[in-house]
């Protein structure tokens, strides 16, 4: 077996002989040594890749006439209990005395010296990354032996041994069929690895997808064959949801994958997916597996995958992704970063592909791509530009008119896209395009529907479009749409109300000179005594306009939403804020002739100034209910009042 693939020699007759192993051994031992207490375990990917490069380079060099061709490549493992003792064999190119002192006794690469000194301070910066091949099965043994034949023709089997010491064996051995067995002597506290349901859970995680068969006491273990390596012309719908299956099981079928396959300016091979959304995703680390060569490297891929794309899933398989460095270098590589750059252009591709040609499946699997398509365009300018007509919101304007199919005409836009349960989507373009008047670029928009249910329905009654933004991620993307699209004003249903909504009444003063609006900003102001509440009265058009609202304005309450996100907690209400009273409402013109009330107790006011002052409080309480402002503990004392108040108005009535 050649560890690190280096080309073979022919055999010679062997003569025993001892020795050291040419290399500062001092610094490479306590490395590996070291590496047992982080990712242990990858000895066996190590060992395994050997044996399958091994096989692959006598595939090769028998078709060059350089050596014996053999059966079908394969990987065995055996485990011994009672010698304690595991065995990894493979039937490849095998090696010779003098490649055995070459690749092992050299430890396979060049100027040992300055790669150990280079990465000694990086403590598993090595182990893991391809970098020691063979000598990572010391990590578990403490003594590991090499029975070793070439199949060029005329060679001579040799045994290597060697306790993890400077010092090794060489001698001549006996195996029948060319190939090589690596025999290592477990340590004591190494042994779960003589366990077979541990090996077979390790060939599971690594060696799956290897293009060799890894047989585990004569049983095939691992899958194969990587879809990912074919071309996307040989899977069908079901091979790629059958993967997806595979790789998570129990998280039901994915939304829409993305095949990625490119062999310059690097090789890469790769499937991703769109998981449904489940309010678990790994911004941080990631749900990708990482392949070098069809081999298990990772799960945790946040070097090569732009952040916004880390909760997607699948696979990557890429022998390009510098892997024998350390994390930090691994990051400013400039491989990796146009690796990166490349799987969201495809991403990008992937979703504007499905836009065009299946607008209403798009609308349907909208809420689960949204964060990925929102934190990329505001995190990666590239992105951003790939996807700006991408985006959707939620409309209360009508669906458009669609062929039966529910697929747009050739050449046309579906816009407004048709949902399921009457619901409809749209792009700010279209939305735009629909835009006229004096506001045609003022943008509406609403973050709950519940919770501003009143304005809205003010706002649709004038047959005002408004859009839905009601996701966390949107309190940051609208800001962020606003410096994209600078002619554009976004304005939240409840921030304030123009004058389309109000009627354009003449009011009639009293003896005193005072209107109606006078008189209930004086009401209001007396109950409410908070001057951190701005009073606004208007005469608001509909029968089923709201008594009262609290309005927010857009710059204050943004303030406030960024105040809250930068203490990481709930935006409240603003302590600042407008209330609005809507005079045509018969509430309000029944607390007008309730405070005229002209029976004057010894406080100085009527019973009915007293009620209709505290039912002026009321409705502040219910207004500001609307909109999530009363805080837990200020529930108990509004049922209170309410009760209290319902109380005097039915002893008034009896």
């Known amino acids: 077996m050649d560890p690190e693939g280096h080309d073979i020699a022919s055999g010679t007759v062997l003569q025993a002989e001892q020795g050291q192993i040419q290399i500062h051994t001092e610094n490479i031992f306590p490395i590996i040594k070291k590496a047992v207490y982080s990712g242990h375990e990858v000895f066996l990917r190590e060992l395994v890749s050997n044996g399958v490069d091994a096989i692959s380079k006598r595939r090769m060099a028998a078709m060059a006439g350089d050596c014996s061709e053999g059966e079908e490549g394969r990987i065995q493992i055996r485990v011994d209990r009672e010698a304690k003792t595991l065995t990894i064999s493979d039937n490849g190119i095998g090696m010779s005395a003098d490649e055995v002192k070459r690749y092992i006794n050299q430890v396979a690469f060049s100027s040992a010296e300055d790669f150990l000194e280079k990465y000694k301070n990086e403590g598993d910066a090595i182990i893991g990354h391809f970098g020691l091949g063979f000598y990572s099965s010391f990590m578990v043994a403490s003594q590991v032996e090499l029975v070793t034949l070439s199949a060029r023709e005329g060679s001579e089997a040799v045994r290597w041994s060697c306790d993890g010491s400077p010092n090794f064996s060489l001698e001549a051995s006996e195996r029948s069929e060319p190939g090589t067995d690596v025999i290592l002597h477990l340590m004591e506290e190494e042994l779960e690895y003589i366990e077979p349901s541990r090996i077979r859970t390790l060939i599971t995680t690594y060696c799956d997808f290897m293009p060799v068969a890894v047989q585990l006491e004569g049983e095939t273990v691992n899958k194969r064959e990587a879809p990912w390596r074919k071309s996307a012309r040989e899977l069908s719908d079901d091979d790629y949801i059958e993967l997806y ?63 916004y794309l880390l909760p997607l899933r699948g696979v990557i398989d890429s022998p390009d992704i510098p892997l024998n460095v350390s994390r930090s270098a691994l990051q400013t590589d400039r491989r990796v970063r146009s690796i990166g750059g490349f799987v969201a252009k495809k991403v990008g591709d992937r979703l504007k592909e499905l836009h065009r040609d299946d607008p209403r499946r798009y609308a349907e699997i909208w809420e689960s791509v949204a964060p990925f398509i929102k934190i990329g365009a505001m995190e990666d300018d590239k992105f951003a530009d790939q996807v700006a007509d991408l985006v959707l919101f939620g409309t209360t304007a009508a669906a458009a008119a669609c062929e039966p199919d529910g697929e747009a005409t050739e050449g046309s836009s579906l816009d407004p896209i048709p949902a399921e349960g009457g619901k409809a989507f749209t792009t700010l373009l279209g939305y735009r395009g629909r835009l006229s008047g004096d506001h045609d670029k003022r943008v509406l928009y609403c973050t709950d529907e519940a919770g501003q249910a009143g304005p809205l329905a003010l706002w649709k009654s004038q047959d005002a479009e408004v859009l839905l933004a009601d996701t966390f991620i949107d309190t940051q993307f609208i800001p962020w749409l606003e410096m994209r699209h600078e002619d554009l ?20 003063a009293d003896a005193e000179g005072k209107d109606s609006s006078e008189k209930l900003r004086e009401l209001f102001k007396s109950a409410l005594n908070d001057d951190r509440v701005t009073l606004q009265i208007q005469a608001l058009k509909g029968d089923n306009a709201p008594a009262a609202l609290i309005l927010l304005p857009e710059q204050m309450r943004r303030i406030n939403d960024m105040g809250a996100l930068m203490e990481q907690r709930l935006p409240g209400l603003p302590d600042h804020h407008v209330l609005l009273i809507n005079r045509r409402h018969r509430l309000v013109e029944g607390l007008l002739k309730l405070s005229a009330g002209s029976v004057i107790t010894g406080s100085g006011s009527s019973p009915s100034q007293e009620l209709a002052s505290a039912l002026s409080a009321h409705l502040y309480e219910m207004a500001r209910l609307a909109v999530g402002g009363l805080e837990p503990n200020q529930l108990a004392g509004f049922q209170q009042r309410s009760a209290d108040l319902m109380g005097q108005l039915m002893e008034r009535g009896l």
């Open 245 to 307: 299956r595979y790789l998570y099981p129990f998280q039901g079928d994915p939304l829409l994958w993305v095949h990625l396959n490119t062999d310059y300016p690097y090789t890469l091979q790769g499937i991703l997916y769109f998981p449904k959304s489940s309010g678990r995703a790994d911004w941080e680390k990631g749900e990708i597996k990482l392949y070098c060569n069809q081999v298990f490297v990772s799960d945790s891929i946040k070097e090569v995958v732009p952040r």
């Open 489 to 508: 004003k976004f304005q939240r249903v409840d921030a304030e109300l123009d004058d389309s909504l109000q009627e354009k009444e003449s009011e009639l």
